[in-house]
């Protein structure tokens, strides 16, 4: 009996999703291989002659890779329905990713240049709204580790590459054995892996190689705060603590000219909390310094005054800066309506500019000025996706990328450091440096005497 296994319609799809998941999960789990590494997807999907391996090479790259980001939502909701909910947006998202690489290969997909057309496609559709405020651990994060320094060109250099390693590899015969040892290459390297070890580098001010670090001047400052504040006491509390950091941190470097806390540490954050921070603003305002505060900050839209993440500036430059895109199913709920106050749905905004509160002044769209300084906001969920920080450079030249996030509530720190990671990815490709300042999760308690 003549066995083709390979040509086994059933066996090549298991070969497939197995192999997606394998590089999936190599690349993003804490301490993961190289983002260079999300080249090999090119090759592989010039190897898939059929839609049915192009979409589970895809599919079990992305439930592989969406594993940690999806942990979240098991610790955010620590019920039976909050484990249920999380495995099934898992494998929904990975779904629905997969899906749009199938649909833009589906005419003629057996000419290598309309294989490469088609997966350019796919990476972008992926990466820019609307999927792509879904579109976590996108390929492109490749770019980071291919051409550091290089930008927004680099980003069109990996796409450029993505294209031709997908023609190059559907007009080469012997697919198979290209896939089996580019297979065997990535299972080696995760195997290996685990032996180097693998140290968590944690919030801080990160700076790229040959780029001017602004140490002293910029300081993230991480603490454990805890939950977000939801009482007057613990608005009073909250108050006076960052209060002290910010004292503490301006006595031990003068230079500070930059204070960056964690998201949402103050809570919501409007006209009524200005004079619990009144003693934090004339600190940072004899200093000529800024204290940049991540809060829930409310805008104006046309059915009133609601809630968003963001950033209050306190010091030399007042004013609030409003998130992008909140995080799905935990903060931005796309299916309810914005206009019924009890929705409790953040709002995300892709390409367009909002007003101000009627209280304060509204922030640019991460136009943040201190003299000659020009800075860019990436609040938490925002560091995971490829828009927002491209639009941004698209619009300004900033000097700074500021990522303040919040993980108090995980169980481990699996979130934050690939957050953490995410956020160095894009300063290293755009040559920037980047403050993290991270709500720290409680230590885990000592041993049993």
Not at 118 to 135: D, V
Not at 292 to 315: E, H, K, M, N, Q
Not at 412 to 426: D, K, P, V, Y
Request: glycine share 10%; proline share 9%; aromatic share 12%.
């Amino acid at each position: 009996m003549n066995c083709k296994p390979w040509q086994h319609g059933g066996l090549d799809a298991l070969t497939a999703g197995l192999s997606g998941l394998l590089l999936g999960w190599a690349i993003w789990q804490p301490g993961g291989l190289s983002l260079g590494w999300l080249i090999l997807l090119a090759i592989w999907t010039g190897c898939a002659i059929r839609t049915r391996r192009l979409f589970f090479i895809w599919f079990g790259y992305y439930l592989g890779a969406l594993r940690l980001p999806l942990d979240s939502l098991r610790d955010y909701f620590p019920t039976s329905q909050g484990q249920w909910l999380a495995s099934g947006a898992q494998c929904g998202l990975a779904f629905l990713l997969a899906s749009s690489f199938v649909l833009c290969a589906v005419p003629r997909f057996q000419n290598p240049f309309r294989a490469a057309l088609a997966a350019c496609f796919g990476l972008l559709i992926t990466a820019l709204p609307p999927l792509g405020s879904i579109g976590l651990v996108s390929p492109f994060f490749g770019a980071s580790s291919l051409f550091p320094g290089s930008g927004i060109t680099g980003l069109l250099g990996f796409l450029g590459i993505f294209a031709f390693l997908v023609a190059a590899t559907r007009a080469l015969p012997g697919k198979k054995w290209i896939s089996n040892i580019s297979l065997v290459l990535v299972l080696s390297a995760a195997l290996l892996q685990p032996l180097r070890g693998f140290t968590a580098k944690g919030p801080g001010l990160y700076c790229p190689r040959s780029v001017f670090c602004p140490s002293g001047t910029v300081v993230p400052i991480s603490y454990p705060f805890g939950p977000t504040v939801n009482s007057w006491p613990s608005f009073l509390q909250r108050a006076r603590l960052v209060t002290r950091l910010t004292h503490d941190a301006l006595l031990s470097d003068p230079r500070a000219r930059l204070l960056l806390f964690p998201e949402a540490v103050a809570g919501p954050f409007n006209r009524a909390f200005l004079p619990l921070y009144h003693r934090l603003a004339t600190l940072v305002q004899e200093r000529g310094a800024i204290v940049a505060l991540g809060s829930i900050v409310p805008w104006r839209s046309r059915y009133g005054t609601d809630w968003s993440d963001g950033i209050v500036f306190l010091g030399r430059t007042r004013g609030e800066l409003v998130a992008r895109q909140p995080a799905p199913l935990v903060e931005w709920t796309p299916w309810k309506s914005l206009r019924d106050p009890a929705t409790h749905s953040m709002p995300a905004f892709w390409w367009w500019h909002v007003s101000g509160s009627s209280h304060s002044r509204q922030i640019q769209r991460d136009d943040i000025r201190l003299g000659p300084h020009h800075w860019a906001a990436l609040i938490c969920y925002e560091q995971g996706l490829v828009w927002p920080i491209l639009w941004t450079m698209l619009h300004h030249h900033p000097t700074l990328v500021l990522a303040p996030e919040s993980v108090h509530w995980e169980q481990q720190r699996s979130i934050g450091l690939l957050e953490e990671r995410m956020a160095r990815a894009w300063g290293r490709l755009y040559a920037l440096p980047v403050a993290i300042a991270t709500n720290l999760p409680p230590p885990p308690p000592p041993p049993p005497s």
